[in-house]
């Protein structure tokens, strides 16, 4: 499915990805016997040279295309079908994984992944949104938009990690919420704002990475946590860059996402800078499309290292750094103008 899938600003690589395979495609030619050399034979180029050198064009052409993606770009690589999504990363970095479901109030949600594994070897909780591959997986993951019982099962089962003292790793990947009538009937809204409460306070290490998309309050509702990374080519914001084009000037096309993109500031880099986040997370030379393995172990190396962080930290400290942490989102100062002060 993904290999039909092509990126616009990645079409001179996908070019050299054609000339690659057409390469390693083509028999290697015969060379003559000696005697049959003339002074006048042309030389001869083996296989391995022409595919070495097309190796090389291709690592300058996805350092060009990647150097500085613009904003509408990135979301787009994000959304990329063939970006590691939880269970990709699950199966990469996690060693004996028991998957755990249900919510005890409605029923199971097959876009919120929960369950216990290690992860470098420490014991620990995996939550993570779930978009789906294949058609059908897509269609019953709601394209990775979790129901009120998704996050409720969330919660369950991090109030199972608080209770065996076991450290808490959500992935996010999800363009928000679903916003069906069922959903919220079944109170959508109620239920993020409980694992808002109830992250904040449980008396466990968490950290929370953004893989690929992170969109408002579904995002935020497995996000509460102790350190907050993005991987390189993620986005994360409070609405999708379509939403905000259809809201702002009433259509969403190639011109308006590309303003409501910048306007937003949802880039790893942007959110780092602003400190929404605490890290960004490298990915492999064209993103995490290209190399699943690669971006599991840098996800993975960031996980335990700050596990290690805030496996130190009294629980005491560790609350109330997490709750300053989110009460100075957002905080700014009052400059007054030296002429008004001086009249007050």
């Known amino acids: 499915m993904s290999s039909f899938y092509q990126l616009e600003f990645e079409k001179p690589v996908t070019k050299i990805d054609q000339l690659i395979e057409q390469a390693k495609n083509t028999p290697a030619p015969e060379v003559p016997a000696l005697g049959g050399v003339s002074d006048e034979q042309p030389e001869i180029h083996t296989k391995p040279v022409s595919i070495a050198k097309l190796l090389k064009d291709r690592e300058k052409a996805l350092k060009k295309a990647y150097k500085k993606l613009s904003p509408w770009n990135t979301v787009r690589v994000a959304r990329h079908p063939n970006r590691p999504q939880t269970r990709d990363y699950i199966t990469h970095m996690c060693r004996d994984f028991c998957e755990l479901h249900g919510d005890r109030h409605f029923g199971d949600d097959p876009a919120m992944v929960t369950g216990f594994g290690r992860i470098g070897g420490r014991k620990c909780l995996i939550v993570g949104h779930q978009k789906g591959k294949d058609t059908q997986e897509k269609l019953a993951c709601h394209f990775g938009c979790a129901h009120p019982e998704g996050y409720r099962k969330a919660l369950a089962k991090m109030k199972i990690a608080e209770k065996f003292g076991l450290p808490i790793v959500t992935l996010v990947d999800t363009p928000g919420a679903y916003p069906g009538l069922g959903a919220e009937e079944r109170g959508q809204a109620e239920a993020i704002a409980v694992n808002l409460r109830e992250m904040s306070r449980l008396r466990v290490p968490i950290v929370s990475i953004v893989i690929g998309e992170g969109g408002s309050g579904g995002a935020l509702g497995i996000a509460v946590a102790d350190r907050v990374a993005m991987l390189e080519y993620s986005w994360y914001s409070v609405i999708s860059p379509e939403g905000c084009a259809a809201i702002l000037w009433k259509q969403a096309n190639e011109q308006t996402n590309t303003a409501a993109a910048d306007a937003l500031r949802l880039t790893a880099k942007d959110n780092l800078k602003l400190g929404i986040v605490d890290s960004v997370i490298d990915e492999p030379l064209g993103a995490a499309h290209r190399s699943h393995e690669q971006a599991a172990a840098n996800l993975e190396d960031w996980i335990t290292s700050q596990l290690d962080e805030l496996s130190k930290l009294p ?22 103008p030296k002429a008004a002060a001086e009249t007050e």
């Open 315 to 336: 629980i005491d400290e560790l609350l109330e750094n997490r709750y300053q942490r989110f009460r100075n989102l957002g905080s700014f100062d009052v400059c007054v």
